[in-house]
């Protein structure tokens, strides 16, 4: 004779215990759909500060503040020249930059980006420039080194176990090296500007159009992509945002996406490397939050023991990252090449690396990983070259700014911490 052993007293108390007298029922706050109206606002606005869920808030203010100070001092610096101005500069430092959120993300750091990109510049001008390649396959070339020398990090890290911090130190001056050896004895190299590198930052489309068909472009994108978001998300019972708020927030980027298109038809047209730097931070974010690579880089992030056992390939996915960390390091280093339409042997040196780690931090990207985005490089970077824009504005010298970007820097940082601790508090970390 069988016997039901669900039946028992013993197991109906394990599958549905009994409540003790008393006892509150603990609800995650993000479970529950949030009141609606400005009241619900407030309250989901208590509710991320007491979490630490900053997000990109503090450097969106931070910014804000600095154009306000800088424009109160110098009416010329948010005109359109200036601002068309930064937006072209500032895009080599943050192709690095969005490399480095990828290695931020798994916990890491890679000294060695500075070294890569002058190393994939001079790659482009012994090529392209001396030896007659044809310019787009130098173009190609000068890319692919900067991935392999991406994977050889990733490899040396990932396989063997050497430390981040010590694999991409010695390649900051293996790569420096290799550099100086490929630039020989001449040292510099002046490019041509009429080809594919020398018009990644002389290009602009000067058709006023051009620059609203953007803004059109980016504003109905957000729209339909936070509409159909919220919509699964209603469908599978989670919370959503009211289509109020989703009118809102599209309304808040078309007033900034039009006044940026306005600037930049005021001056020279709408620049081609800000639409390159622009594309890129879109489809490295649709590839992080969209994709399965995606949720493993951040699942690495989190845990890296927690991911193995999930089944996810934990070497490989480092050596992606690394990879893709040399590829876009390659990449700015090619922007930064076109601006000077030059590969010389001073390139990727300076405060190029602090720069670009500095950009993602300042973005909002946590140092200890599992916590980032790529719109953190350009805001981080969009913040940096802002101060070095108005101090120059005001004559003030090299040393003040970096002292001014050091302080910024230690502010993020500190903002972090205090953030991460505030969600262990939490329990949300």
């Known amino acids: 004779m069988s016997i039901d052993k669900t039946s028992s007293p013993r197991h109906r108390a394990v599958d549905a215990p009994a409540a003790a007298e008393g006892a509150v029922t603990a609800v995650d706050p993000r479970l529950l759909v949030r009141e609606q109206g400005f009241g619900g606002y407030i309250t989901e606005f208590r509710r991320k500060i007491k979490a630490g869920e900053l997000g990109s808030m503090p450097v969106v203010i931070g910014l804000i503040i600095i154009w306000a100070i800088f424009t109160s001092l110098n009416s ?10 930064i937006s ?36 482009f001008g012994v090529l392209g ?45 293996f790569w420096n090296g290799l550099m100086l050896q ?32 953007l803004a059109i472009a980016a504003v109905v994108l957000f729209f339909v992509m936070t509409f159909t978001d919220n919509r699964k998300r209603a469908r599978a019972g989670m919370p959503s945002r009211p289509n109020s708020e989703i009118v809102v927030r599209t309304a808040l980027l078309a007033v900034a996406a039009f006044v940026v298109a306005i600037l930049f038809n005021q001056y020279k047209g709408l620049p081609l490397a800000f639409v390159l730097f622009i594309v890129v931070v879109v489809g490295t974010d649709f590839l992080l939050r969209r994709t399965s690579y995606g949720r493993k ?12 056992r999930a089944g996810i390939n934990v070497t490989m996915v480092r050596i992606s990252v690394f990879a893709i960390a040399g590829t876009f390091a390659a990449l700015g280093g090619l922007f930064i090449a076109s601006k000077i339409v030059a590969a010389n042997q001073g ?22 990983g599992g916590r980032g985005r790529t719109w953190n490089a350009l805001l981080g970077v969009l913040v940096i070259f802002s101060i070095q824009a108005g101090l120059n504005l005001q004559g003030i010298a090299s040393p003040i700014q970096y002292m001014i970007t050091g302080a910024v820097l ?5 903002i972090d911490a205090v953030t991460r601790k505030t969600q262990k508090s939490a329990g949300r970390a």
């Open 76 to 85: 010329r610096f948010l005109s359109a020249e200036n601002f068309s101005n």
């Open 88 to 123: 072209v500069t500032m895009v080599g430092t943050g192709m690095i930059a969005v490399g480095i959120v990828f290695v931020l993300l798994l916990g890491e750091i890679d000294l060695s980006v500075g070294s890569v990109s002058g190393l994939a510049s001079a790659v």
């Open 129 to 173: 420039i001396t030896h007659g390649m044809n310019a787009w396959l130098a173009f190609i070339v000068a890319i692919l080194t900067g991935a392999v020398a991406g994977v050889i990090h990733g490899f040396f890290f990932a396989r063997i176990g050497v430390p981040a911090f010590a694999v991409t130190l010695a390649g900051l001056l």
């Open 182 to 213: 490929v630039l020989g004895d001449d040292g510099t190299i002046n490019l041509n500007g009429n080809d594919v590198v020398g018009k990644l930052t002389s290009y602009y489309f000067t058709d006023v159009a051009a620059a609203y068909i």
């Open 297 to 308: 880089v951040f699942a690495l992030g989190g845990s890296v023991e927690a991911a193995r």
């Open 347 to 368: 390139a990727g040196s300076g405060d190029l690396l602090m720069n670009s780690i500095a950009a993602a931090v300042i973005g909002g990207t946590s140092l200890f």
């Open 410 to 414: 230690l502010a993020t940082v500190v």
